[in-house]
C-alpha cells in the first residue's frame, strides 16, 4: 500500500522532455548508488539491456556474453534484429564466471574478414550465483585491455551486493554500463534503470525514444521504483535467508536428497524436467506456484510462513 501511495503521490512531468521531477530523482538517485554520470530510466529489463547493446556497438560489431545469459537467450535477439549486432556466446562456467581465456581466444583480430568484437557483458547474480569482485575486475579490466567496452546485466545486482556485504557500486565500478531491475525481487510494478558515462546515457535516450520508450508522465512508475530502492533493497537478506531455510526443508525429503541447489534468493532442483512438471502442475492446487522450470525464488510476497508451507506441500506429495 505505501507504494501505491507513493505513486498516486507523484509529481509529474513530461519525461520525453526531460521534465519529470520524480524520473529524474530516480535517475539520479541510481546514478549515485551504482557511483555512475547518468542513468536513464526503461520500461524493462530487456529494454535496459538492448540499449546497452545499441548504444555501445554499431552493426556488424558482436558482443561475448555467456550461453545462459538473459540478454543472449531471453531477450528475443533484439541486438540483431534491431541493431545488427550478432552475439558471440561462451560457456557459462559452473561458478558463473566466463573462463577469461576463452574470452581472450574469442576477440576477433582487426581484420574486415571479422565482426568487430566490442563488447563483453557478464551476468550478476547470475543463476543466483554471485560473481567475486575479484574476478569483476580481473575479467574487465582484461577487457578494457583488449579494446572492449564492458556491459553488466545487473537485473539482481542488490542481491549480488547483499549476499557480498558491500555497496553495489563495489560491483558497478568496473563496467562501462550497468542495468538493473526495480521489478521482480526490489518489487516495483515495472522499470529498469541503465547507467553509464552521459555520452553513452545520452546515446541510450536516443535508441530508448526510437524503441518507444519515450513514457510522457512516468513519474507514477518511478515513484514505485524510488520507495522500491528505498525501503526494499534491504529486506532482499530475508529472501536468501528464507531461500535457505526453504532449501534445507526440501533437502530432507529422501527424494530431494542431494538435488537442492541454493544460491541467493532462488533454489534450483535437479530433477526430470517431465516429474518436475507433474509435481509442480500438483502443487499448485495446494497454493504453491513454481511454473514449468525447476527452481523456486523468494521474494517480497513470501514470508516464513509460506515457506513452511511450501515445504509441508512438497512433503505430502513426495513422501
Ligand atoms: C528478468 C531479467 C532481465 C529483464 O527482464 P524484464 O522482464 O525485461 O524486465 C534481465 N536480466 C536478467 C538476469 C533477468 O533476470
Known amino acids: 500500500m505505501a507504494m501505491r501511495d507513493a505513486m498516486l503521490g ?47 556497438c554499431q552493426r556488424g560489431d558482436e558482443y561475448i556474453t555467456g550461453d545462459s545469459a538473459h540478454n543472449f537467450l531471453y531477450e528475443g535477439g533484439g541486438g540483431a534484429a534491431l541493431g545488427g549486432v550478432q552475439p558471440h556466446v561462451l560457456p557459462v562456467q559452473p561458478d558463473g564466471t566466463l573462463d577469461l581465456q576463452q574470452v581472450e581466444q574469442t576477440i576477433k583480430p582487426d581484420d574486415y574478414h571479422f565482426a568487430r568484437t566490442r563488447l563483453f557483458c557478464l551476468e550478476n547474480t547470475i543463476g543466483g550465483k554471485v560473481l567475486p569482485l575479484a574476478y569483476l575486475k580481473e575479467a574487465c579490466s582484461f577487457a578494457h585491455s583488449k579494446g572492449l567496452a564492458t556491459h ?21 565500478e568496473h563496467f562501462d554500463t550497468v542495468s538493473f531491475c526495480l521489478s521482480k525481487g526490489l518489487g516495483a510494478p515495472a522499470g529498469s534503470l541503465l547507467t553509464g558515462t552521459k555520452s553513452l546515457i545520452n546515446r541510450a535516450r536516443r535508441w530508448r525514444k526510437l524503441l518507444g520508450g519515450g513514457m510522457r508522465q512516468s513519474g507514477i512508475l518511478a515513484a514505485a521504483g524510488l520507495y522500491a530502492l528505498d525501503h526494499q533493497v534491504e529486506r532482499l537478506a530475508e529472501d536468501h535467508r528464507r531461500a535457505a531455510l526453504l532449501a534445507s526443508g526440501l533437502a530432507n525429503i529422501s527424494t530431494l536428497s542431494g538435488k537442492v541447489v541454493q544460491a541467493t534468493n532462488m533454489i534450483f532442483l535437479d530433477l526430470e524436467p517431465n516429474f518436475f512438471q507433474s509435481l509442480s502442475a500438483k502443487l499448485i492446487d495446494d497454493g504453491v506456484q513454481c511454473g514449468d522450470f525447476p527452481r523456486l525464488v523468494c521474494h517480497l510476497d513470501i514470508d516464513d510462513q509460506a515457506i513452511e508451507h511450501a515445504i509441508a506441500a512438497f512433503n505430502k506429495l513426495l513422501t
Open 10 to 56: 507523484a509529481e509529474v512531468g513530461d519525461d520525453v522532455y526531460g521534465e519529470d521531477p520524480t524520473v529524474n530523482r530516480l535517475e539520479a538517485e541510481s546514478a549515485a548508488r551504482l557511483g555512475k554520470e547518468a542513468a536513464l530510466f526503461a520500461t524493462s529489463g530487456t529494454q535496459a539491456n538492448l540499449l546497452a547493446l545499441l548504444s555501445h
Open 152 to 172: 553488466l546485466d545487473g537485473a539482481r545486482i542488490f542481491n549480488a551486493a547483499i549476499a557480498l556485504d558491500c555497496p553495489a557500486q563495489d560491483i558497478a
